[in-house]
């Protein structure tokens, strides 16, 4: 029999989200009336904006004929958007980010757990707790996480934010190779202060560290003091990795279009002490393991940047925001302890009466129909929380709400 990676067999359960509409399709199935509202997934409610309509039909014209067919794209992605992405997300915000530093993709979720290749099998990697459950679950599969002791992995630095701390992580106390960090923060829709994530900075180039910044929710940033690129901070260029995506920005979950900035100027070094940039290594990888976005994705993606489609998507931002608003207040009115939801689509509530995490997600199903995400999927630090998405749609939003206004605690 064919030997396996053993490393998967590491791995803890299922995926949290696949785990989740596993018991949502259950409870559906034994209550087939039941009219389930999901705030679990961040997945998005609103339609496609015309702009990317009509970027699609055009792209998928051109592609039906001689002239305008196009089979395999740069790996990279075409420079029309790349140039597009550099203009308009860096050179307009004045950051020096060049369009050959930007990798076109379909999704930050494999950007984020394929970047760790890059990276020796002993690097040691600091995550916060809790986080987005694919910078753990990646690590596990390369066999870089160490031994698992019922609750956490030895080689992995956890960096624990909550209540405690203000939800504000502290910089690790024993040397770290690699720093992923996730601004605003999935789960908790917490941000970091220009000040905050400077001290990041400042110590991975002390310490020669590289930082994975994730940054798929930038978009929700209202307040002008939370930076809504690392690279707004000095020296960041030369130590850290950016990802962006179109999914939450402007309702690409399905379509699958989203960027890594990878700076030509972020070094590791070999175990031989060669010293080697990430920017050809990860164009390296990409080239021999991805063929790129397709061309009609990409073309719906440039399209994004004109003055209309800007209009189009703020409309739809504000709709998810307002309803990050309602749902925050509802918490707070209902006495539960809440942060999050400001500059962020999500919403991280303290279970009432030290419910599990589990345990409230399948009361609030039962009771109210709505669906969450148990905190405790995202970490340890999670657990006897619950996240909110702000992504159904208002008219969901609202019933699901005043149905939690009535839920007796
Ligand atoms: C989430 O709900 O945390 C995200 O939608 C998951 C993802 O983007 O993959």
Redesign the pocket.
Known sequence: MAKLNDNYAQLQGMYL?SEIAQRVAKYKADNPSANVISM????VSQPLVPSVISALQKATLEMGTKEGFRGYGPEQGYDFLREAIAKNDYADRNLAISADEIFISDG??CDVGNFQELFHADARIAISDPV?P?YVDSQIMAGRSGNFDGSLWDNIYYIPCSIENNFIPELPKTPVDVIYLCYPN??TGTVLSRAELKKWVDYAKKEQAIILFDA?YEAYITDSDIPRSIYEIEGASDVAIEFKSF?KTAGF?GLRCAYTVVPKNVFGTYSNGEKKDLHSLWKRRQSTKYNGCPYIVQRAAEALYTPEAKVEIENILSIYKNNARVIFDTMQAKGLQVVGGENSPYVWVKTPANYGSWEFFSLLLEKTNIVC?PGVGFGLMGEGYIRF?AFASTENTLKAMESFKNLIL
């Open positions: 989200f679990g997934i961040g997945d930050s979720k987005y694919v999935n789960p798929a999914s979950t995400t998405s």
